[in-house]
């Protein structure tokens, strides 16, 4: 096995990487002092299992990582790997090369590999011993090491040769073999008492197992009905849900429905607007048509009026002809008569003639300027009327505009106390979702709170619940190891009782006696002195050494129960044995005064207990023994008292009288006399276990009590956390819906408000054109008005004018008619003048010219009545509409 290379990191004065490897020839490492051979051969010995911190020149484990200097940082660890050849498989491990490596970190972590593959210190250890590598081999010596090894005990020096020898992984393999063997019998023991422990339990365990499994039963009959209720209350939900899901589609289709008939009724409503709009600039037009049609029927009636002024007048000129003809009948006899007076009258009807000429011409040229005048004025009064009309006109467009502008600004005031009503209905919504919400976040931070009291109970509760816990397994451990020792003491009381009532370590001969005595056939015999007396445990050797084989002696009644004993062994060949009679043995107690002596403890007769009827026997077999702590206070104490009584020391070495010592280790007898008082004190030791153990076992039921207690509060309060997450959950998935919703609702306000914005500029828009429709409807009013006032000055005149006009054109035809008369008379004087004497043919002539001009009045007359008669019509047709 060859030792082929060294690897080391961090390893105290090797910071970096360092490969050393040694080759064949390889003897020594060699350098100036401080260089690291010390610390190479340190590495080897660590890596190899090294523990002791002192064995590597430090004084604690994290010396071996490299500190640090001023130019570099300390290392976090430290590690060495140490390679060696195994082809000749000296090393129990596969391969031909195995590869030892130890890693140290400074939080006090260490790992060990063979090969690259983890393993513990034992395995490395384990792996090299026998071959002188070991963590305590000889063939690393370190510093100052050979003289300790040549000054060493030769139990040290055995160790070196044992393990050159390959002595020691024997050893080894012994020594953890017999600490297996001990760790399983004190394991085998441990289940004795165990077994011994359980087998009490098995009945009430078995009565809890049954409850057990009769809870594992109900709990899945619970299981089961829980789920099947979780079942129907699914089935339960899912209905509700579908019926609530169909109340919902039919809510949604009415309110389709509703949407539809409400768009319906809108439409309508525009169309009904339109409507009224239409039939209101109807109404305004037939307005403006009933103003011309009056206008126009007053131009009838006037047209109606002349044209009854031409009839009268026709009618007049009828009459006259008329009268003329009769009178023309008449007094055609005086026509002769009247030549002369018509010459005369020609003369003044042609100077009358010529008057009215001139009259009529003044008057044609006054009925001319009227004319003109007439002419010019209807010119201006039909632009003025003209004017006025498109006034009105307009008027009416901007009053239909200003109905339409109102209509349209009573609905944004419609529209605009609708989205406040909205906005009201909305931010009461808004405000009654907040106070959800911050009742909702009040709920969250209440259980919230309550959930850290809730923890912080349980955290209370738990460390509560382990503290009792801790305290009851610790109750429980210490009441085990009492129901242990309680067992052992038993255990041992019984068999030192059976050795008691067996009388083990006694003579045949007195088991015989004893026995037989038990029996009652030896009556009288009281037992051994081992049975008769009693003492503490510290003086039982002195004791049973100074009693000796007196141990055994009986004391008996009297010298006839002796008698009697001896017979009976006699008769049965049983052996031999020494009888104390009561009435005859006498004892001797010392009398020296000892108390001053060092180490004397006291007279053997006075160290025991016994029944003061047994006061002689105890005092002959140990009234003259004294009982010292050790050899050498008998030996002070003997010499300066002349041998004169027994001394005994606690450990069992006898002075005798006389002078002669009896010492050494202790005989076979040793144990008769303690055996009753260890029963006795065993028996002590279990009562006061037992009532230890019952006054602990109070203690235990009020901590199981406390536990269950606790437990039971821990798991309400498992309940109540359950509860209260769920309603965590609940909450804040109701706060996310309130706070979405309060979303929805802050964005929905803010979409009435920018409604309610444009309604009020609408408004104001249309207050603006409103009131500037009412100023150009006012200005055209007053324009109207101040055009009606010019048309009523302008009717008047025109009234004036065609006043004039018809006084003038009555004036004209009365001039006319009179010069005409004139004419005619004149003619007719010249006719009468001219042709009397065709008077007759003349007058015929001239009486069917007037027949004629008769017809023709009439005629016009027909004609001027049917105008009347139309123009009536028109004019009554233009009322009715």
């Given at each position: ?545 100074a009693l000796g084989g007196s141990l055994q002696h009986v004391v008996v009644e009297n010298e006839n129960a002796a008698k009697r004993a001896i017979r ?314």
């Amino acid at each position: 096995m060859l030792l082929k290379s060294l690897e080391m990191q961090g390893f105290k004065s090797f910071p970096d990487k360092t490969k050393l490897d040694f080759h064949q020839g390889v003897t020594a490492v060699v350098g100036p002092n401080g260089s690291g051979k010390s610390n190479i051969s340190d590495a080897v010995r660590w890596v190899l299992g090294e523990t002791s911190s002192k064995s590597l020149r430090g004084s604690k484990m994290e010396d071996v990582i490299f500190g640090g200097t001023q130019d570099r940082k300390p290392q976090g660890f430290a590690q060495v790997s140490l390679a060696f050849d195994n082809t000749t498989h000296l090393l129990d491990w596969e391969g031909d090369e195995v590869v030892v490596t130890r890693k140290y970190y400074r939080s006090g972590e260490s790992e060990y590999f063979i090969n690259g593959k983890p393993v513990l210190l034992k395995n490395i250890v384990e792996l090299f011993m026998d071959t002188g590598l070991g963590r305590d081999g000889y063939s690393i010596i370190g510093q100052g090491r050979i003289d300790e090894i040549v000054s060493a005990r030769s139990g040290d020096r055995r160790e070196i040769f044992e393990e050159a020898a390959g002595i020691t992984k024997y050893r080894y393999r012994k020594q953890e073999s017999e600490r297996k063997l001990q760790k399983a019998e004190e394991n085998l023991v441990r289940l004795r008492d165990i077994l011994g422990e359980l087998e009490s339990r098995i009945g009430p365990l078995k009565e809890q197992s049954e409850k057990a499994k009769q809870f594992l039963e109900l709990a899945d009959q619970k299981k089961t009905l829980e789920i099947s209720l979780w079942v129907h209350t699914l089935e339960s939900s899912k209905q509700n849900l579908r019926q609530q899901e169909d109340e919902l589609l039919l809510a949604r289709q009415n309110y389709d429905t509703v949407v539809r008939e409400l768009n319906t009724i809108e439409e309508q409503t525009q169309k009904v607007y339109e409507q009224i709009q239409q039939l209101q600039m109807q109404t305004e037009q037939l307005r403006l048509q009933k103003e011309q049609n009056e206008q126009t029927s007053s131009q009838r009636i006037a047209k109606i009026a002349v044209l009854h002024n031409d009839i009268e007048h026709n009618q007049e000129t009828i009459q006259r002809f008329q009268e003329e003809i009769r009178a023309f009948s008449a007094t055609s006899e005086q026509l002769e008569q009247q030549k002369l007076q018509k010459a005369e009258e020609i003369q003044t009807l042609q100077t009358a003639m010529e008057e009215l000429q001139i009259k009529l011409e003044q008057l044609e040229q006054q009925l001319l300027q009227l004319s003109q005048q007439g002419s010019d004025f209807s010119d201006y009064y039909e632009q003025l009327n003209q004017r006025l009309n498109h006034l009105v006109l307009e008027r009416s467009k901007n009053k239909l505009g200003i109905v339409t502008k109102q209509d349209q600004l009573q609905q944004q005031y419609h529209q605009q106390e609708l989205l406040q009503q909205n906005y009201s209905r909305g931010q009461s919504e808004a405000n009654a979702n907040q106070e959800e919400l911050m009742e909702v976040k009040q709920l969250l931070e209440q259980l919230e709170e309550n959930r850290g009291s809730l923890s912080n109970s349980k955290q209370g509760y738990q460390l509560k619940l382990e503290s009792r816990k801790k305290k009851q397994q610790e109750l429980n451990d210490y009441l085990d190891r009492l129901n242990t020792e309680i067992s052992s003491y038993q255990q041992r009381i019984k068999i030192l009782s059976d050795l008691e009532n067996s009388l083990e370590g006694f003579a045949y001969s007195v088991k015989t006696i004893m026995k037989e005595s038990q029996h009652g056939q030896l009556p009288g015999i009281h037992g051994t002195i081992a049975q008769l007396i009693e003492l503490p445990s510290k003086y039982a050797i002195a004791i049973e050494t100074a009693l000796g084989g007196s141990l055994q002696h009986v004391v008996v009644e009297n010298e006839n129960a002796a008698k009697r004993a001896i017979r009976f062994l006699k008769e049965k060949k049983a052996g031999r044995a020494t009888f104390l009679p009561l009435t005859s043995i006498r004892g001797n107690k010392l009398q020296q005064n000892l108390q001053n002596e060092e180490g004397y403890l006291g007279l053997a007769s006075d160290l025991v207990h016994y029944d003061p009827a047994y006061e002689q026997i105890i005092l002959n077999a140990l009234g003259r023994t004294v009982v010292v702590e050790d050899l050498d206070d008998a030996t002070v104490i003997a010499k300066k008292y002349q041998y004169k009584f027994r001394i005994v020391t606690l450990d069992g070495q006898l002075v005798n009288a006389g002078g002669s010592f009896t010492g050494g280790s202790q005989n076979k007898n040793a144990g008769l006399l303690n055996r009753k008082n260890e029963i006795s004190e065993l028996q002590q030791g279990v009562k006061r276990l037992v009532e230890k153990q019952e006054s602990y076992q109070g203690t235990k039921q009020q901590l199981d009590s406390q536990v269950s207690q606790l437990e039971a509060q821990l798991q309400g309060i498992d309940s109540e956390m359950t509860v209260l997450n769920e309603d965590m959950i609940r909450y804040t998935g109701e706060q996310k819906r309130l706070s979405q919703l309060e979303e929805q609702q802050q964005q929905r306000l803010r979409d009435i408000q920018s409604q309610t914005d444009r309604c009020a500029l609408e408004i104001e828009r249309f207050q603006q054109e409103i009131k500037q429709a009412e100023q150009v409807v006012e200005q055209s009013e007053t324009e109207m008005k101040a055009m009606e006032q010019e048309l009523s000055g302008l009717k008047e005149s025109r009234d004036d004018l065609v006043g004039q006009r018809k006084e003038l054109d009555n004036q004209m035809n009365q001039l006319r008619i009179q010069r005409a008369e004139r004419g005619k008379e004149l003619e007719n004087a010249q006719m009468f003048l001219q042709e009397l004497e065709n008077r007759s043919r003349s007058a015929q002539d001239r009486l069917g010219d007037l027949e004629q001009n008769i017809q023709t009045h009439q005629q016009q007359i027909k004609q001027l009545e049917q105008q009347i008669v139309l123009l009536e019509e028109e004019s009554n047709n233009f009322t009715e509409q």
